[in-house]
């Protein structure tokens, strides 16, 4: 079964400028949660797409926001790029449905955003 | 924050020894888990243990819970050099949703 796939692995964009990134999850997960990984920061919940809909969401400006498509991949766009937003950026795959806090999250390889 | 801490943040064993990483966290869970991240890589899942078990065992790892005092143990019996990694413990909101709040790491280096 193939894992979790993000594109691109790379990308350096300038202040002002968004970006897409985009996470296809393992086959029949139809939970995807985005986390943006910084050295300061740590690990740091985004939001969680489940069926289309965002079931949850951390605490990050407006300026991050996601959607699901119906085949449960899922995209994740930041606008107005700040320094700040450099960082490693996580998706995790998991089944979603159930007791879904209690289900082992799958992650990708991460997209690195770097921002001049 | 809901963030958990972790300790040491730095562990540096000879091949063949044990490593045992600690992890603290804040509030009330369903369940807590442990990853490893190798250098540029995404998090690999190694256990999930929930709030009403003690210690649970996976091949060379071995886990303990202690709710009363809100902390985690994570035990890596005869380490190998492909060991060498960050090591993260993360727990639930304990509303059973699926977002994950993650500790601040352990980088685990085992020497050949």
Redesign the interface.
């Known amino acids: 079964k193939a894992g979790?796939t993000?594109t691109p692995r790379y990308l350096i964009k300038t202040r002002g400028q968004q970006v897409t990134l985009s996470c296809s999850p393992i086959s029949g997960h139809r939970?995807v949660?985005w986390?943006q990984q910084t050295p300061g920061q740590?690990?740091?919940?985004l939001f969680?797409y489940?069926s289309e809909t965002q079931?949850?969401k951390?605490n990050f400006p407006g300026r991050f926001s996601g959607r699901q498509f119906s085949n449960s991949r899922s995209e994740m766009n930041v606008s107005t790029l700040e320094l700040g937003d450099s960082a490693l950026y996580?998706c995790?795959s998991?089944l979603?449905a159930g007791?879904?806090?209690?289900?082992?999250?799958?992650?990708?390889?991460?997209t690195?955003l770097s921002i001049l | 924050s809901q963030?958990g801490e972790e300790d040491p943040q730095a562990l540096s064993i000879q091949e063949g020894e044990n490593a045992t990483m600690n992890c603290s966290y804040k509030t009330i869970i369903?369940?807590l888990?442990w990853?490893r991240q190798n250098s540029?890589?995404?998090?690999?899942?190694l256990i999930?243990i929930?709030s009403n078990e003690r210690e649970k065992h996976s091949g060379r790892l071995r886990v303990t819970l202690d709710t009363s005092k809100k902390s985690s143990s994570l035990l890596i019996t005869a380490s190998r050099a492909a060991d060498t990694a960050s090591y993260?413990c993360?727990t639930?909101?304990g509303?059973?949703?699926?977002?994950?709040?993650?500790?601040?790491?352990t980088r685990l280096t085992v020497i050949p």
């Open positions: 979790v993000q939970s949660s986390y740590g690990l740091q919940f969680e489940f079931r949850n951390g996580l995790a998991s979603g007791t879904h806090s209690n289900q082992p999250q799958h992650f990708g390889d991460g690195r | 963030q369903n369940n888990q990853y540029g890589r995404g998090l690999v899942h999930l929930r993260f993360a639930d909101a509303t059973g949703a699926n977002n994950l709040f993650f500790g601040t790491g």
